[in-house]
């Protein structure tokens, strides 16, 4: 089992910033691919960025140059950096935990950017 504990979203003006961390706990040893992902309300949920237990990266198109996805193994902690926000980036945002047996997600953090 994997627990994911997000936090960091909030309510910031366009053009702002925040960074999200998701805390991963549990059988951690397990984690390949850790990401984020959104869901606003009436669409489906989204991927926003992934990162492998290598560091290598994967960002939807939308928010590509944006938003930076890290990965601190040693705290098992993932983070998203996003900058100039524009009100479309506007959903509740999930972490994920990739292992080999199922996906892992996170209760989410609500983002809301005002225009």
């Known amino acids: 089992q994997v627990q994911l504990v997000e936090s960091g979203g909030g309510l910031v003006q366009a053009g702002g910033s925040l960074r999200l961390s998701c805390a991963a706990s549990?059988?951690?040893?397990?984690?390949?691919?850790m990401g984020w992902y959104r869901q606003a309300p009436g669409k489906q949920r989204e991927l926003v960025a992934t990162i492998s237990s290598r560091g290598s990266t994967n960002y939807a198109d939308s928010v590509k140059g944006r938003f930076t996805i890290s990965r601190d193994n040693a705290k098992n902690t993932v983070y998203l950096q996003m900058n100039i926000l524009k009100p479309e980036d506007t959903a509740v945002y999930y972490c994920?935990?990739?292992?080999?047996?199922?996906?892992?997600w996170g209760q989410g953090t609500q983002v809301t950017v005002s225009s």
């Open positions: 549990g059988s951690i040893f397990s984690i390949n691919t």
């Open positions: 994920a935990a990739d292992t080999i047996t199922r996906i892992y």
